[in-house]
């Protein structure tokens, strides 16, 4: 079994950073990744960015790339999600999240989940 713990979320103002970390216990196998999602509120669940838990390799959503940068650290558990230049529109609960690589990351093909950390960025 595998337990995603979100951190790091809070109040940023426009064109800031921050970074959110996602402690992972338990084992992670070696085809799975490692993602981020948010959810805004009375919007759908969307895909932020996912790392291979192996290779390192990221991949991230059209609304980020540039902005964003995932990263993660295999002895300590922990996967990143560096955010800059953040804009209003990434106010949003930022969920991690677990599944293989095998699997196009959506809403509803993951196989864990975190509980989620609030980021708001204000204008």
């Known amino acids: 079994q595998v337990q995603l713990v979100e951190s790091g979320g809070g109040l940023v103002q426009v064109g800031g950073s921050l970074r959110v970390s996602c402690v992972v216990s338990?084992?992670?196998?070696?085809?799975?990744?490692v993602g981020w999602f948010r959810q805004a509120p009375g919007k759908d669940r969307e895909f932020v960015a996912r790392i291979s838990w192996n290779s390192g390799i990221p991949v991230y959503g059209d609304s980020v790339t540039g902005r964003f940068a995932i990263s993660r650290d295999r002895v300590a558990n922990t996967v990143w999600l560096q955010m800059n230049s953040l804009k209003p529109e990434d106010t949003a609960v930022y969920y991690c999240?677990?599944?293989?690589?095998?699997?196009?990351?959506?809403?509803?093909?993951?196989?864990?989940w975190g509980n989620g950390t609030l980021v708001t960025v204000s204008s």
């Open positions: 338990g084992r992670i196998f070696f085809n799975y990744g």
């Open positions: 999240a677990s599944a293989p690589l095998t699997r196009k990351f959506t809403a509803d093909s993951m196989d864990y």
